[in-house]
């Protein structure tokens, strides 16, 4: 169905997200921070890009404008954890570009929803 590119320096977490998907008709292709991720998004251009915010070399936030330049209809969904500083960079996520965020922790219903609902709105 969907090609899903998952951007986080945490091996854990971009295995568990790629695990959530595993039983979904998605493909999942990762990297370990915004600039091996927009090499990759270069390459693949997949339809969804699932980003963490907070990550060497280059931060969620500027790969999430850095894919809005190239002017294309990819689905971008920020992720953050941190209850005291997540929330307001998951906000700043969306106005600069994030068609949606995700706080974390999250389960695979959320993910799986979210991601139904960019492709589906008003569903």
């Known amino acids: 169905m969907a090609l899903v590119l998952v951007i986080d320096d945490a091996v854990v977490m971009r295995d568990l997200v790629r695990r959530m998907l595993a039983q979904t008709s998605h493909s999942v292709i990762e990297a370990e921070d915004g600039e091996a991720g927009l090499t990759l998004f270069t390459r693949h251009r997949p339809d969804v890009v699932i980003t963490d915010l907070f990550m060497p070399?280059?931060?969620?936030?500027?790969?999430?404008?850095?894919?809005?330049?190239?002017?294309?209809?990819?689905?971008?969904?920020?992720?953050?954890?941190?209850?005291?500083?997540?929330?307001g960079y998951l906000t700043a996520a969306q106005k600069l570009g994030a068609d949606a965020v995700l706080p974390k922790p999250f389960g695979r219903r959320d993910l799986l929803a979210l991601?139904?609902?960019?492709?589906?709105?008003g569903r």
Request: net charge positive.
């Open 57 to 87: 070399n280059k931060e969620g936030i500027e790969t999430i404008r850095d894919i809005r330049r190239t002017k294309g209809n990819t689905k971008i969904i920020a992720m953050s954890g941190g209850a005291t500083q997540g929330d």
């Open 115 to 121: 991601i139904d609902q960019l492709f589906h709105p």
